[in-house]
T-cell receptor, first 114, second 113 residues
């Protein structure tokens, strides 16, 4: 059973469109991280959210941590082909697993078509 | 080093052979993680260390898999009597301390034939 779920699994959009991907769990995490992974490379951290209700912006990317610290969303405005990749959420500080283990969701594969 | 280094980058081995995958983390990083990743999927947790102590090995699939980090730096993931289902990308990551940003290596692509 996945502790973290992500949706959608696949997303293909036209350049310039907006999109939102979701990361959900039935468990509370101390923090959630979002990573982006390009083919052949390892995941690279985009942002860490810690406080329930927190919103962080990184250029065209907006990240939100749910009030209950069980879910998070990533919104991309005016998507560009360079945004193509696998977007992964990762949770840390979950009492069900072990406090400081970082576990990953299954990912959302995004393709932005020029 | 500048980043997390894994070796070998590619390993092809015959079924039944043992393999050892090496991870050299960023200098000074306390936490070291091993993950296995299928194409297009998120990394699947295998095990992790804080310093030399193996904190959690609940993700290791069976007793053919083991890992060590004897001096709190370099780590080795060993798979004994490899099987075809062990074929995957094995990724190592390190972080400065618990729950902080994980930096990933390039991975070792293991193919068991």
């Amino acid at each position: 059973t996945q502790l973290l779920e992500q949706s959608p699994q696949f997303l293909s959009i036209q350049e310039g469109e907006n999109l939102t991907v979701y990361c959900n769990s039935s468990s509370v995490f101390s923090s959630l991280q979002w990573y982006r992974q390009e083919p052949g490379e390892g995941p690279v951290l985009l942002v860490t959210v810690v406080t329930g209700g927190e919103v962080k912006k990184l250029k065209r990317l907006t990240f939100q941590f749910g009030d209950a610290r069980k879910d998070s969303s990533l919104h991309i405005t005016a998507a560009q082909p360079g945004d193509t990749g696998l977007y992964l959420c990762a949770g840390a500080g979950n009492w069900k697993t072990s406090y400081d283990k970082v576990i990953f969701g299954p990912g959302t594969s995004l393709s932005v078509i020029p | 080093g500048a980043g997390v280094s894994q070796s070998p980058r590619y390993k092809v081995t015959k079924r039944g052979q043992d393999v050892a995958l090496r991870c050299d983390p960023i200098s000074g990083h306390v936490s070291l993680y091993w993950y296995r990743q299928a194409l297009g999927q998120g990394p699947e947790f295998l095990t992790y260390f804080n310093y030399e102590a193996q904190q959690d090995k609940s993700g290791l699939p069976n007793d053919r898999f083991s890992a060590e980090r004897p001096e709190g730096s370099i780590s080795t993931l060993t798979i004994q009597r490899t099987e075809q289902r062990d074929s995957a990308m094995y990724r190592c990551a390190s972080s400065q301390e618990r729950e902080t940003e994980a930096f990933f290596g390039q991975g070792t692509r293991l193919t068991v034939v």
